[in-house]
Each structure stands twice: as structure tokens, then as C-alpha cells.
């Protein structure tokens, strides 16, 4: 198998504190995939400021040789999330010029079709919000060819140091002195054998040896990152967040020699050693006062010496989270354990309330509008006649013209800030803000809908599962966990048309882009709806001849795939993206609420 990685470290990005570990940690990597026979190239600013056309340059040349079967990215330096979905690395420049950062989402997109079967990222950066206006409008540049290479698509995995909206930690360690990046220390301490119980076999190989895949290293960081955590200050919140899509006999690191000589030490160099035999002698950072330690809750399970300590974990938080949550789907839980902090739960829990509150009564008006909850509208304007605003006490009732082509709406809010939606006939949009959030956009079939009576006899398990998969969504994770797959969506769509649009990112982010062109036929062909977003994530943004709903992406991550389309938008809103809010639904500031102004005013004369 040949192998590359192109190993990025940035300690000094100007205006920004310095990083101490962000060069060192990128040697350390250099170190190990150079033991493992990777061709390298390694890129940091120990010497010289690090651009954003040197890394396309390196990237580019393994690229193009089309013989490579893996590669990885690593980066070690800040980073930022500008909205779920949406993020970038910043480079020595990139507060002074935007292109000199790099775009995380759209470079993660496009690494699928250049040819090469597996591709890894390796994040070891924050994840934190923008704090001011000049590091929110950085966009950043695509370090990958814009092609397409015909065949099977590459598998994706991606190691994030942190959960979105949170920092990622540099720290000495019980073994050395030396500052390292967590995410870094324990990456590598798996990669390099230290951690006995993810070596596995495969198939393809002769039983001598021994191998780290990413799926088995994506267990070990779970655990080891949050623990090690934990001991510096339990206050501290460092959940990584790993996606996997390669299976067996894709590996990362084929440990040398015979394994049984390897060094016997614990599953991480900041926990105690008998988590290596699958038991835990120090409290965990994730706790409940029902399990004081995990250690007393794998005790009173009567599990024995040598059980995989992650399905602990996870079987510790299933009973959480059972309790916690409207839904009880087993799988899901599963797929949820070991990556929440009660904290976390709390809040997923109480944001998932409030949108289920406001959106289990059916609404039996025959007519189509908007319900807003959470905060007072200003105004609405429309694409075509004028909409009737009743004001009520904890909401707002928008009223569509009846028999006039509307399918978008700007919803102007009461600070200034403002939300595009589409209008779908015969349906009505439920907006639900907490705290100036916008957290769910919901569509319930109105009283002269043909799937009304259906809805109103199914609404309960409709809106207990999208009102989960809404938080989830806002808070960062997979909403495909609670929405399901393609076929699932289809049974459910003719309900509420957002879950299918919240699909679609997730199925976006995770390469599966046959279901997202089954969703927009069976939309387009079967509802007559055509989401602008959709429309988008299948590439059929310019070739729809039927217009699309609203005029721009509903959801902020659909910005970035917005760039080889930009041109497709009218002036004013292309400016207006400039003043985007870092939240999950497209929502401007005031000075993006001018410009959507002004658009409006022009496409009403």
C-alpha cells in the first residue's frame, strides 16, 4: 500500500495567541508516518510563515501522481467553527487576508473524488465560535484540485480534537514535561502500539501481524482524551468527535515486530493503569450521581477483567440518556454513549423540549404561513404580494396571500437580525429561537394539506424525533442518528420537509450522496418541493429549471458549497453572506439584514 501525508503545524498565527506544541507536535507525527513509510511532507512555521498555496502545492503533487492508496492531513494550530458544519485552520495570514486559512468542510467534500481511496484528517485545533466580526467573515481556501476522478468515491475519516463550539488542549503529561496537543499525544500513543486493546488482525494479513484502524483508534480516543482531560482540571471539556467511513482491511499503522513485546503501558499516559484491563480505579469525567465511577458501575454489573471499557461506557450512558431523552431507540443511544457530558445532555434535552413545546399542536388553518416563538418579528417580507402579521403573546402568526406565488420569506426579527425561510403551500413553518437562536425550522402540514389527518394521528413520534435530531443538529452532532436513513426520511417527509434538509447536510458530511439525490427526486417529483439547499448538496443548483426555495441557503453549512455558485446569487445576498451569525440556520446580522433588504426591494418593483 503507498501512503502520504501532508503534515501542517502552525504556532504563530498573526493576532493570535502562539501555540507552543503546534510545531512539535507536527515533527512527532512527521516522526511516526515516516516509521510507517509514509512519503511526507511536512509544513510548519518554525522557519518561514506557512501559505495556503504551499499546502495546495503538496497536496496537489500526491494528488495528481494518481498511485496513492492513503493519505493523511494532519494539522496542529487554531482553528474555528463558524457555524455547525462550517470551519476552518488558520495559516500565519489568515486574519489579515481570509484565503490564507483553509476550509475544513468544503476540503474534507472535495477529497472524495480526487482518486485516492482513503483519506484521513487529523484536527488537532479548537473549535470555538468567532468572537468579533473580522475573524467570522474568514472563508477560507480549498487545499484539494477541483476534480473529479470517475470510479468508486474515497472513504473519509476525520479526527476532530474537540466537540463544535469547544477548545482543544495542550498539556504536559504524567511522562514528560513537554507540552503536547491531547488530541496529538494520544493519536499517537495508539499509532505507536501503547495501547493494547485496539491492535486487531485482519483478514488480509498473516496472523504475525498486527494493525490500528481507524475505527479501533476512534474508541481509544473517545476514552482517552476525555479522561486525560479530567485529571488536569475536571472542569475542563475536551470531547473529541471522530467520524469513521473505512472498514477492514483499511488501516492507519501496522504495529512492527511481534505485538506481545510491545510496551505494556496503560491505555493513556495521564490514566491509570488498570483501564488498560477494562476497569477504572479514578472518577471519569463523565459522571451521574446514579454512577459515582464507572468502576462501581462495572463492578455492580458483574462484568469481569478484560471487556472492552468503551461498550462500558456506552452502556453506562444508554441508561442516561434513556431517561433523558423523548426517544428510546436503543441504536441510537449507542451511537450517542460516550461522546456526552451530562452537561451536554442537559442541554440537548432542554433545547429539544422547547422545540417539541412549540411544535406538537397541530395547526388547523387551511391557508400557509409561518408561527414564530421566542422572539418578536419586526417584520416579513415576501417575494411576491404582502403577508398579515398577528401578534400573540408568547408567538407570532404570519399569514401568507391566498392564491399568490410565494415561496420565500425574510423574517426580520426585533434586534435587527434576520432569517430566510421557504414558504411551502399548504404547510406552515414553525420558528423556534432560545436565547437569539434560532434552533428548529419545522414544517407542519396545515388543515387543507392531504397528509393533515395523517400527521395529527402521528405527530407525537414525528415531533419527539425531529425536535432531537433539530438540537443535535444546532449543537453540532449527526442528525442522521435520530432521523435515519433515506427511506426513513421518505416515510416521514410528507410531514415535515425539514428533516429531509437536515438530512441531507448529514448525509453531505458522511459522502452519501445517493441519498441525498434520492431525497431531491422523490421532494422535487413526488411533494413539488425544491429546497434551494438540496438542490445545492446534489449539484443541480444552475441546471433547475423550477424554481427553488428560499433564495439562498437555509442552512449556514450550506455556504460552503456555495463557492463554485456564488455568481447564481443576486448581489445584495451575495454580500449580505458576508455578515453571517455562527449558528446552525442561516441567519444575517444587521448589516446582512440591509443588504437582504435591499434584494427585496429590488425583486418586489
Known sequence: MKRCAVIIGVGKSDGMQPLKSAVDDADKFEVWARGQGFETTLITDKEDKVTVGEVFKAISAYTSSRSFDQMIIFFSGHGMLQAPGREVWFLSDALKNSNEAIDLAESIDMSRYIGIPHIVFISDACRNLPRGLSASRISGSVIFPNEYIEGKNGD??????????????????????????????????????????????????????????????????ELAVPLAISKIDIELDQMPEVRVESHDPKYLSELKGSYGQHVERSIGTDIDPGVRFGFFSRRAYFEDPQFESLSSYYRRQGRGVGENPDKVIQTAFSEILQKSFVTTDKLIMQELAGRLSKKM???????????????????????????????????????????????????????????????????ILHNDTSVPVAILDKYWGVLVLMKGVLLAVNYIPGGGHRHYYDYVEKNIEIERRRSLAAALAVNGFRSDLIIGDAKCVRQLKPFDPSLALLACYAYASAGKRDDIS?????????????????????????????????????VTQGWAYMRPHMDFLDKDIQLAAQYLKPDLW?????????????YFNKIKI
Open 345 to 411: 445532555i442537559e442541554t440537548l434535552q432542554g433545547e429539544s423540549d422547547v422545540i417539541y413545546d412549540r411544535s406538537i399542536k397541530p395547526v388547523d388553518y387551511d391557508d400557509t404561513g409561518l408561527i414564530i416563538y421566542g422572539m418578536a418579528v419586526k417584520s416579513v417580507l415576501v417575494n411576491s404580494g404582502t403577508c398579515e402579521l398577528i401578534r400573540n403573546d408568547d408567538h407570532t402568526l404570519v399569514k401568507m396571500p391566498q392564491n399568490c406565488e410565494v415561496s420565500a420569506a425574510l423574517v
Open 518 to 554: 434520492s431525497l431531491y427526486v422523490y421532494m422535487s417529483v413526488e411533494l413539488g418541493i425544491r429546497f434551494f439547499d438540496v438542490g445545492l448538496l446534489t449539484g443541480f443548483l444552475q441546471e433547475e429549471i423550477f424554481p427553488m426555495a428560499p433564495f439562498c441557503p437555509m
Open 156 to 221: 473519509v475519516d476525520v479526527f476532530y480534537a474537540s466537540r463544535p463550539g469547544s477548545p482543544a488542549f495542550a498539556a504536559a503529561s504524567t511522562y514528560s514535561p513537554e507540552i503536547q496537543g491531547i488530541l496529538t499525544r494520544h493519536i499517537l500513543e495508539g499509532l505507536n502500539g501503547h495501547v493494547r486493546t485496539i491492535a486487531k488482525q485482519l483478514a488480509d494479513y498473516d496472523d504475525s501481524k498486527w494493525f490500528v484502524t481507524a475505527f479501533s483508534l476512534k474508541g481509544h480516543i
Open 586 to 598: 442561516t441567519t444575517f446580522d444587521q448589516k446582512g439584514t440591509e443588504h437582504m433588504v435591499s
